[in-house]
């Protein structure tokens, strides 16, 4: 599994953003696709995540200003980024989970990372 990472710049707070994670290569595989973010100096951390049964997930952090959502059709998951404030600045990174049995029945269990894209809140 190969994920683009797109959509990150350069907003003043309050603004919103779209990120957008393009899948590609064993895309049926794919289990959980999540949005993560990394600040400088600090730890990466899960903002969002969406099952393949679009049930989701968000950090605390972010709930209410974030909507994570998926087309089956682009292959690709979006992370809808209102309100933002300049503690969201950060790069974000998504990821797949993803599982896929053998021609002899064994699973297989893998997580794929997609390139960092910055998002920037500032005046």
């Known amino acids: 599994v190969q994920l683009q990472a797109s959509g990150g710049g350069l907003v003043q707070p309050g603004g919103a953003l779209r990120l957008s994670c393009a899948a590609s290569?064993?895309?049926?595989?794919?289990?959980?696709t999540g949005w993560y973010r990394q600040a400088p100096g600090k730890q990466r951390e899960l903002v969002a995540d969406?099952?393949?049964?679009?049930?989701?997930n968000y950090a605390n952090s972010v709930k209410g200003r974030v909507t994570i959502s998926r087309d089956n059709a682009k292959n690709t998951v979006y992370l809808q980024m209102d309100s933002l404030k300049p503690e969201d600045t950060a790069v974000y990174y998504c990821?797949?989970?993803?599982?896929?049995?053998?021609?002899?029945?064994?699973?297989?269990?893998?997580?794929?990372w997609g390139q960092g894209t910055l998002v920037t809140v500032s005046a």
């Open positions: 990821k797949a989970d993803t599982l896929y049995y053998t021609d002899s029945d064994e699973p297989v269990v893998a997580a794929y």
């Open positions: 290569g064993r895309v049926s595989s794919i289990r959980t």
């Open positions: 969406i099952s393949s049964g679009r049930s989701t």
